[in-house]
């Protein structure tokens, strides 16, 4: 398309320092000239001027000037590329935009020459994902597909999102243990968001079956065989158990019935497992179980948005009512909001995960209790976190709606969420399906510059594994315990906090942590050693 011909209007405005030299009376002497005739050439006037050296050099400074002004003009235009059209909501291809870019693009700041200490990266240690199974493993597996058609494992699983992943992960590593096939697991309809989707609305099933081809067989749905079969059936595995236990459990009735039918599996399998094992979770949790591509595509497509102003940072907020129910706080908003809290408690005493001995004040300084929008906004701050940061906020409306995030809006103005990042329609498949929205938050944090849950939870250590995996991109844990103490010193000067607050985090950034904690740490939020190796460590293959 050609350019406009309609004529623009410019305006240059002329520094002061250039200003205040000419005096009034020297513009007098540049423009009040000596009146000659109406007729005089120019050159003859020039020649007058040239005789009259405090007018000339006048002249030179004048002309110096306007050309000075002209050229600085021209390289802002070339550096802030302000619009003709400043309230334009569309782009040159006549497509909408979000608000927040109109306003990203209006003020154009170079977001990484501020805060260049924000978004540095932690040091790596050269630790590179590192799946090697031993021989023992993969003649196991060529054992496992010669048996593969006689028995099948189905699980239920429930939960949140993240959390039905976790058992997804220890469902393939117990079909592993027991050498049996695994029927694509069946999601429970979750209580809280009461979300019918099923396997293949969230996550990429052929991918899982080829990821896993050598490791476990995934099937659709039991053979015609085994329809009849009625299943050996476990409604309750205790906490944390070994390889073992599972084999000596299940192993000789899944061989005389062919079908084991296991519910409940969140926290049961031990997280101390043998190295191949351990393996075998993080290839199942960061290779094999990939979205569904529908919601992978919207998920890149909002990365991109977020990118194409610079480096952003996304924050996890869980400030959900049922959070404050399960995790036994207090928003602390109002008493009104309080008393709501109370009350869901009393009528569902089943939703309290957290400790019911203990008050909400010392929940808080135990660091149990999730950061709210302040404190979240001081501890950004404190972490030089630049006012210009492009923020993507994940999560569920807020008990109390959205004026909540105003202390963190008012400091970070460039916050948004998917609801106002994505064009118009572009939700409109994923609505009232809370698990797929969970998922595109889960894209759009795993491919942040930085990235920081205000609590802790299935999402955030499934991203703290998952950043790590992908070469150990930034990961702040907010130290709650031990900052929280500094949040209440009303006397503690803005300077000496912000000291304080930076040394408690100086190991918190997403560095290399080992997984010295075998029964304690989860190997997929920990992937070190057993997932990731440097050059300085020890590959054996037995």
């Known amino acids: 398309?050609?350019?406009?011909?309609?004529?623009?209007?410019?305006?240059?405005?002329?520094?002061?320092?250039?200003?205040?030299?000419?005096?009034?009376?020297?513009?007098?002497?540049?423009?009040?000239?000596?009146?000659?005739?109406?007729?005089q050439q120019p050159l003859c006037w020039l020649l007058s001027a040239a005789r009259n050296p405090r007018t000339s050099i006048l002249a030179f400074l004048f002309i110096f000037s306007l050309f000075g002004l002209v050229a600085i003009g021209l390289r802002l235009d070339h550096l802030l590329h302000f619009s003709p059209l400043p309230c334009a909501t569309s782009g040159q291809d006549g497509s909408s935009k979000p608000s927040?870019?109109?306003?990203?693009?209006?003020?154009?700041?170079?977001?990484?020459?501020?805060?260049?200490?924000?978004?540095?990266?932690?040091?790596?240690?050269?630790?590179?994902p590192c799946l090697h199974f031993s021989r023992e493993y993969r003649r196991?597996?060529?054992?496992?597909?010669?048996?593969?058609?006689?028995?099948?494992?189905?699980?239920?699983?429930?939960?949140?999102?993240?959390?039905?992943?976790?058992?997804?992960?220890?469902?393939?590593?117990?079909?592993?243990?027991?050498?049996?096939?695994?029927?694509?697991?069946?999601?429970?309809?979750?209580?809280?968001?009461?979300?019918?989707?099923?396997?293949?609305?969230?996550?990429?099933?052929?991918?899982?079956?080829?990821?896993?081809?050598?490791?476990?067989?995934v099937v659709s749905s039991?053979?015609?065989?085994?329809?009849?079969?009625?299943?050996v059936?476990?409604?309750?595995?205790?906490?944390?158990?070994?390889?073992?236990?599972?084999?000596?459990?299940?192993?000789?009735?899944?061989?005389?019935?062919?079908?084991?039918?296991?519910?409940g599996l969140d926290s049961r399998l031990s997280k101390d497992?043998?190295?191949?094992?351990?393996?075998?979770?993080?290839?199942?949790?960061?290779?094999?179980?990939?979205?569904?591509?529908?919601?992978?595509?919207?998920?890149?497509?909002?990365?991109?948005?977020?990118?194409?102003?610079?480096?952003?940072?996304?924050?996890?907020?869980?400030?959900?009512?049922?959070?404050?129910?399960?995790?036994?706080?207090?928003?602390?908003?109002?008493?009104?909001?309080?008393?709501?809290?109370?009350?869901?408690?009393?009528?569902?005493p089943e939703l309290l995960t957290a400790r019911s001995n203990m008050t909400n004040e010392e929940r808080k300084l135990t660091g149990l209790c999730p950061l709210n929008a302040l404190e979240v906004t001081r501890l950004l701050k404190a972490l030089d976190a630049p006012r210009n940061t492009m923020i993507y906020w994940a999560g569920g409306e807020p008990l109390g709606g959205m004026a909540v995030l105003e202390p963190l809006k008012k400091e970070f103005p460039f916050l948004v969420s998917k609801e106002n990042l994505s064009l118009p329609g572009e939700l409109e498949p994923f609505i009232q399906k809370a698990s797929l929205l969970a998922a595109i938050d889960y894209i759009v944090c795993e491919k942040s510059n930085v990235f920081m849950p205000s609590h802790g939870g299935n999402m955030g250590h499934m991203i703290q594994g998952h950043r790590a995996f992908a070469g150990h991109k930034k990961f702040i844990t907010p130290n709650k315990r031990h900052m929280l103490p500094f949040f209440l010193n009303k006397s503690l000067p803005e300077t000496e906090f912000n000291r304080i607050v930076k040394e408690l985090h100086q190991g918190s950034l997403g560095q290399?942590?080992?997984?010295?904690?075998?029964?304690?740490?989860?190997?997929?939020?920990?992937?070190?050693?057993?997932?990731?190796?440097?050059?300085?460590?020890?590959?054996?293959?037995?």
């Open 140 to 217: 196991a597996s060529e054992d496992i597909r010669r048996d593969h058609r006689r028995k099948y494992l189905m699980v239920v699983v429930s939960g949140g999102l993240n959390q039905q992943r976790n058992q997804i992960v220890d469902a393939v590593v117990i079909a592993r243990i027991l050498g049996a096939s695994l029927v694509v697991p069946i999601l429970q309809v979750n209580v809280i968001w009461g979300d019918e989707s099923e396997f293949s609305d969230i996550f990429d099933l052929d991918h899982l079956k080829k990821a896993l081809a050598d490791d476990v067989r």
């Open 1 to 39: 398309m050609g350019r406009s011909k309609a004529k623009q209007l410019s305006f240059i405005t002329v520094p002061s320092q250039i200003i205040h030299p000419l005096t009034s009376s020297s513009f007098q002497g540049l423009l009040l000239l000596p009146k000659k005739s109406s007729r």
């Open 233 to 263: 059936e476990e409604k309750r595995t205790p906490l944390h158990v070994s390889p073992q236990w599972i084999r000596s459990r299940y192993l000789r009735r899944l061989n005389r019935e062919g079908v084991l039918l296991l519910r």
């Open 273 to 348: 497992l043998p190295p191949d094992l351990q393996k075998l979770r993080c290839k199942v949790a960061f290779q094999a179980l990939r979205f569904a591509t529908p919601i992978v595509e919207l998920g890149n497509r909002l990365a991109e948005r977020m990118r194409s102003k610079g480096p952003y940072l996304a924050l996890h907020l869980r400030m959900e009512k049922d959070v404050w129910v399960r995790t036994g706080c207090l928003p602390g908003l109002s008493y009104e909001y309080d008393d709501i809290i109370h009350e869901e408690r009393k009528l569902r």
């Open 512 to 542: 290399p942590e080992f997984r010295t904690d075998k029964i304690g740490k989860d190997v997929t939020a920990y992937p070190v050693p057993e997932c990731m190796c440097n050059s300085t460590s020890t590959r054996i293959i037995l």
């Open 222 to 231: 039991l053979p015609s065989t085994h329809l009849m079969t009625r299943p």
């Open 100 to 128: 927040y870019l109109e306003k990203a693009e209006a003020v154009k700041i170079t977001i990484e020459q501020q805060g260049e200490e924000f978004w540095k990266q932690p040091e790596g240690m050269g630790y590179q």
